[in-house]
């Protein structure tokens, strides 16, 4: 009776079915009635379909509204992600909990949510989760990022999946008359789920008017994009960029259609209504004959990305940004120490790369001052060296675009490095301030996490939740976390320190200056995506291979 009770503080006055057993709460949404679970005072309702199934005449389509059903629909259990390639032993510094678990499925528009059982200071505000992966992999089902104790911080967390690579952002000359203009998939998706957070979230005791997108990697890129799309507007009141600043030019909606008709040709077909009915796996084995042609070309890799459609993105990010498209809202943005780890380079390079890199970012006159006092005398010295130019740039990149905003806006810079595998050599590595923020380091039982990474994470998570909570992270017993100031370089460090960041500040201040406006501004560093391999994320990691064949 008690939880009964709790239950319905949290739901308020909404219709509820008394709950089957003690372990069950049940909701009933615009779709029908869903049942969730109860776990030591967390409520979860997993695998929820925001949209139909997009199978068969919906492949390549927009969302549609999820498909209804009678009775009462179980939520207890993850739903699959997206179509896509799966290493589910990890590669590189990314172990298995960080990437997409089996299995997959191309019926995955669902989402997970996570709240308090015990709540009653009125509806909770809530931040939805869009998982990184370059827009061709990942799902919500990565166990790091289990939203149980970011609920018990009081706020809602809503994690989704969204349509990948050649299901996500492929398009086809014959459907650019179709709603949502045939292209952008997977970014319509996710304004898809924002809509349905909108119109149901109420129901799970969530404040509607309070929600925060939030995004690392391909999902802070995401982020980044959603804050400057007008189909977007009025959905979220708060965004979170966890290292997700990245401006390379985007290819336009003809390169899409591209994508589009390499498939036609590869599979054989004369129109999009057979390719439409073509089994899931025959379509991706259509990839293995290497990148269709208009793939996005990051720096040399073939990337099946978000384009300008000339709806969701009407422009290029840059012309967007100047014509401040950018919605003025609380922002929190920042980056990794080690986002240079998606590049090879990050871990070999030669004294003679690195003073010309030095050039390339300050030019030739002060490359020389960029690297003063820095010893190019060996290998491992120039490595140095090189991260170290990775580093500035990132930095530099993140502050010239909060700079940039005109709401109030936290910028950080996360140092603390994982323990486990290749803790010396990946360092801060690209998605390692996920567990800690998420607090999910049970996530990671291998790890030899001690009392400092708790600690880290325990603060770390209630950063996020009170963002989520007012548009500041600041609270009671926490470092204080300036708010960034337009014309200054400020940065608060997060990880081995809580403080504002105060390394190097002579080398920031002269790549800031020279810093390129524009296409160009990247946290992953200057040239960090630059050729490699055919299969770039599988077996480009010094020592990967090893540790795989474990």
Known sequence: MRLFLSLALLFGTLPLAPPATAEEAVVKIE????????????????????????????????????????????????????????????FGPWTREYVAPPPVSEDCLTLDIWAPAHHDAGPLPVMLWIHGGAFMSGSNAVPIYDGTELARQGIMVVSINYRLGVFGFSAFRDLAGEPGGGANFGLQDMIAALGWTQRNIAAFGGDPERVTIAGQSAGGMAVQMLLLSPQAEGLFARAIVQSGIVETPLPDRAEADRRGADLLARAGLSDTAALRQLPADRVMALLDAGPLA?????????????????????????ALEAAGGRQVIPVMAGLNADEGVLNPAYFHTTPAEVRARASHMVGEADADILLAGTPLDSEAAARAAGQRLTRLYGLASLIDWARAHRGPIFTYYYTHPEPGPGKDMFGAFHSAEIPYVFNSLKASPDRPFDD???????????????????????????????????????????????????????????????????????????????????????????????????
């Open 452 to 550: 400092r990474d708790h600690l880290i994470a325990a603060r770390m998570s209630r950063l996020w939740a009170n963002f989520v909570k007012s548009g500041d992270p600041n609270g009671a017993d926490l470092p204080h976390w300036p708010l960034f100031a337009k014309g200054s370089a400020d940065v608060m460090e997060l990880g081995t320190h809580f403080a504002p960041y105060q390394d190097d500040r002579a080398g920031l201040a002269l790549v800031l200056d020279r810093l390129p406006k524009g296409p160009g501004r990247s946290v992953f560093g200057i040239d960090s995506f630059a050729r490699r391999a055919e299969h770039p994320m599988t077996d480009a990691w010094p020592g990967d291979s090893d540790r795989r064949a474990e």
């Open 31 to 90: 779709s029908g009635e869903l049942a969730g679970t109860v776990d030591h005072d967390v409520i979860r309702f997993l695998g929820v379909p925001y949209a139909a199934p997009p199978v068969g005449e919906r492949r390549w389509a927009a969302p549609q509204a999820a498909l209804p059903w009678s009775g009462r629909r179980a939520a207890k259990t993850q739903g699959p992600g997206c179509m896509q390639a799966i290493t589910p032993d990890g």
């Open 294 to 318: 208009g793939a996005g070309d990051v720096g040399g890799l073939p990337l099946l990305g978000p384009v300008v459609d000339g709806s969701i993105l009407p422009d290029q990010i840059e």
